[in-house]
């Protein structure tokens, strides 16, 4: 029997957030198709399984009557294109529900995937197909197969682009709510990063999504509840805070932030002026164990410096310290935080306001333009309230009645 060749140029284009599989220009032979794409040649041993493969690479699995008309025809229902994609795949993959009913009670296997580890149910959650999404399901999808390339499952690009009923169905069909990928995003953490994603969130953490799992990075976790204060949707940071143990408190003490952890508390003052600022400025003092840190966050461009600062208490100067911070390609690589003595707090929270100064020293020369000015007023009651907050934190930590929170997670 005579075996017919078919050269695909079908790609399944899908994108989610910085992880993407986009189409690209196409190389001019196979073995660059390969390299690239995981393209390999395919042989079919029937006209009948030839036309099925060109009708769903043309994007016409809509065209019911010449599916069946093919598979009436012995074509090979899991037979795939040379990026390993079935017409059930690619059916999925343009919303054609009529399509995928036939293929699915025509047996076609749910579960394979193509070259880049994709199934269809990925496809079909990726793009909101709810209906197709419960069909796949109803026929025993596995909802737990993560692509080859990040190691997404479909629930976690259902969940970054809002998809609630999808998210609903494979939560229910038992996927997994904590499932990760290679570097540790599970589906809460690509939620929280949309803006307005808050029925999702909420589902998700009604599912039990777990707060402490996240990206992995040089310094820890970073979580879903970091990953909400970035994207600055207040009700998703809201929901995420109250679902956190009780032992871990974010509080809002008119002009200060307090959040409450065992071991100690971070309190973040509200600028009220900022002259030359920089970007993601901001001012905390974290206590742990007796020892109070001062951060003074800001952009730093260049490879090394000296960075001096200076806190001002009602225009006398309270407290000054130096420390060197070195970077190598505008990223830091090494620093010492400043310690603030205890009754330097003190002295602080009976003020009413104050600035901060920060001179950097590059080299030869020195600036001198970041200064941060806070209000002091209603710090000693914050500290108050996260002194206590901290002691009881700490004891609900022994008794085992709350989770262990990496601190930079929380910061």
């Known amino acids: ?106 047996k076609a296997d749910v579960n394979l995937v193509e070259n880049r580890g994709v199934t269809p149910l990925f496809m079909a959650s990726l793009k909101g197909y709810g209906e197709i999404v419960n069909i796949l ?23 970054q682009f809002g998809h609630l009923n999808v998210v609903r169905s494979l939560v229910k069909a038992g996927a997994d709510v904590n499932t990760q990928s290679n570097s540790g995003k599970t589906p809460l953490y690509m939620a929280v990063q949309k803006k307005g994603n808050f029925d999702v969130v909420s589902a998700l953490l009604s599912a039990k999504a777990d707060l402490l799992l996240g990206e992995k990075t040089k310094d820890g976790v970073r979580t879903p509840l970091l990953e909400a204060y970035k994207a600055g949707d207040k009700k998703i940071i809201n929901a995420i805070e109250a679902s956190l143990p009780s032992c871990i408190q974010s509080k809002k003490m008119g002009d200060w932030d307090v959040m409450i952890k065992p071991g100690g508390y971070t309190l973040t003052p509200k600028l009220t002026k900022v002259k030359d600022t920089k970007k993601n400025q901001s001012i905390t003092f974290s206590k742990y164990k007796d020892k109070v840190s001062f951060n003074y966050n800001h952009t730093i ?68 333009g970041d200064v941060a000015y806070f209000s002091l007023q209603g710090m000693g009651k914050a500290i108050e309230i996260a002194e206590k907050g901290a002691e009881l934190a700490e004891k609900e930590k022994a008794s085992g009645r709350c989770a262990v929170f990496n601190i930079f997670a929380l910061q």
Not at 3 to 24: D, K
Not at 96 to 105: D, G, I, M, P, Q
Not at 144 to 150: E, F, L, Q, W
């Open 137 to 159: 399901l109803s026929a025993k999808a596995d909802p737990d197969v993560k692509d080859a390339r990040r190691g997404f499952a479909a629930l976690s690009v259902a969940a």
């Open 301 to 368: 461009t260049g490879h090394s410096a000296s960075d001096a600062y200076k806190i001002y208490v009602d225009n006398q100067m309270v407290f000054e310290a130096v420390y060197d911070v070195e970077y190598k390609n505008d990223k830091k690589v090494s620093e010492t935080m400043p310690v603030i003595p205890l009754n330097i707090i003190d002295k602080m929270s009976s003020g009413q306001s104050a600035k901060v100064q920060h001179i950097r020293f590059a080299k030869t020369n020195s600036r001198e």
């Open 1 to 106: 029997m005579s075996r017919v060749f078919l050269l695909s140029v079908s790609i399944l284009s899908i994108s989610f957030g910085a992880n993407s599989y986009a189409a690209q220009s196409l190389p001019n032979d196979a073995a660059s198709f390969h390299n690239a794409f995981g393209f390999q040649m395919i042989a079919y041993n029937t006209q009948a399984t030839k036309d099925l493969i060109a009708l769903t690479q043309a994007k016409k699995t809509d065209d019911v009557a010449a599916l069946k008309k093919f598979l009436d025809q012995g074509a090979d229902i899991n037979a795939k294109n040379g990026f390993g994609a079935t017409a059930l795949a690619m059916a999925a993959d343009n919303g054609h529900t009529e399509a995928v009913k036939l293929l699915v009670a025509r």
